[in-house]
Every structure is written in C-alpha cells, then in structure tokens.
C-alpha cells in the first residue's frame, strides 16, 4: 500500500524567512497530494493541495511543488508569520479515494 | 454550521465498555471517512463509506469496531471491549465523489480509555 514519508519532524524558522517541508510517497498511482495544518486541539484544515497532472501550485504565502518522476512533493511557507505555527501533514491519495499521511512537522515561528 | 460535526466531543471509559461516536458529514457528501490519531501522528485512515455501503476496511480496524451508515447521511462508530491502547482522537471526514474532490474533516471525538 501507499507508504508517506515526511521531513523534518521539527522545524524552527525565524519570523519572515521561508519554511520548506519535504514527502516523498511509494504508490505512483498516487494522484492527489493535500497539505493539512492542525493547530493544537483543532480538526485538520486543508490549506493546499496538488493534482498529478500540474507541477506547482501557489496560493499566496503558500505553494507547493510535485515531482512525479522522483515521487516526491513539498511545501513552502514563506514570510512566516507567527500563526503560522502548527502541525503540517502532507498526503497521498489514490483515485481521491483514502488519505494516506504522513507524520508530520511541528513547525515554529520564532520571533 | 454547515461543516462536519461529530459527537460527542470527548469521552472518557473504563477498559471493557462500549462506546459509540458518531458523525454527521455536511450535507451534499457522499462519502464519508473515519481516521484515527494518535498524539504526535498523522491521521490513521479505519474506513469509508460511498453513501451506505462500506467499501474498504483497514487492517487497523479489529473486530471489536464496527462502522455503520444506514441511510448514507450520518455514521456511526462502535468499539466494543474498549483497551487502553483505543485512547486516540477519531477523525470523521466527508467529500463529494465528483472528479478530484476534497475531503473535510471534523473535529474529533476524543477517547480516553482508563
């Protein structure tokens, strides 16, 4: 089955410089990469997500890059902000069928 | 709140006992997904239903759960014989099944096995 590794588990980044958050997934039948933020007590929330058949996709502060070929896909965040601060998940799903996730990455935001 | 609710919220057993969550998707949805997370780990995907019929299972889910959608609106989620090892929070998520739809999530119900 489909197996999502992510990286780091931990990231600290100063206040208004980029973060970057790196997967890699097994299955290449996978054709549906969503990003999730969870704050603390929250449900997950999608932020971003990305469709095999594109590249790169951006919203705003937030964009996220595929590499079918090598099965990798990551997020960027840049000018960080302070609430910005959370658990971010990325994923892997196949025929938009189950969500595969991987671990996550605390992500904080130092002032 | 057109979202996805899920109740109760919070739930607090004695290893042994039945407990029963259950989730009502937003309302177009017909699909409909249970996931459970442990503290520090993504979500773990259980089971999803396509309207009432359940079409995938995981190896996560022992026979001591069972998920039900009878009339493919809300859903239910039984465990019998509660272990301590149960304690996570259970995630309920819906979406639509036309092309590439996105799934939205719930806000938990939080299990606490003592």
């Known amino acids: 089955g489909e197996n999502v590794e992510q990286h780091p588990s931990t990231l600290s980044v100063q206040e208004g410089d980029s973060a970057v958050i790196k997967c890699t997934y097994s299955d290449s039948a996978s054709n549906y990469f969503p990003w999730y933020k969870q704050e603390l007590g929250k449900r997950p929330q999608l932020i971003i997500d990305i469709r095999s058949n594109v590249g790169e996709k951006k919203d705003q502060r937030i964009a996220v890059t595929l590499n079918k070929t090598a099965k990798h896909f990551s997020l960027h965040i840049t000018e960080t902000q302070p609430e910005d601060s959370a658990v971010y998940f990325c994923?892997?799903?196949?025929?938009?069928?189950?969500?595969?996730f991987g671990k996550g990455t605390r992500l904080h935001i130092l002032p | 709140d057109t979202g996805v609710s899920q109740n109760p919220r919070h739930k607090i057993t004695k290893r042994g006992q039945n407990v029963t969550f259950r989730c009502d998707p937003i309302?177009?949805?017909?699909?409909l997904y249970w996931y459970r997370q442990t503290l520090g780990q993504g979500p773990e995907f259980l089971t999803y239903f396509q309207n009432e019929a359940q079409l995938e299972k995981s190896r996560l889910l022992s026979d001591r759960f069972s998920a039900e959608r009878p009339k493919g609106s809300f859903s239910t989620l039984e465990i019998q014989r509660t272990e301590q090892g149960d304690s996570a929070m259970y995630l309920c998520?819906?979406?639509?099944?036309?092309?590439?739809?996105?799934?939205?999530f719930g806000p938990g119900t939080r299990l606490l096995v003592l």
């Open positions: 998520a819906s979406s639509l099944v036309t092309r590439q739809e996105t799934q939205y």
């Open positions: 309302s177009e949805h017909n699909r």
């Open positions: 994923a892997a799903s196949i025929r938009d069928d189950k969500i595969i």
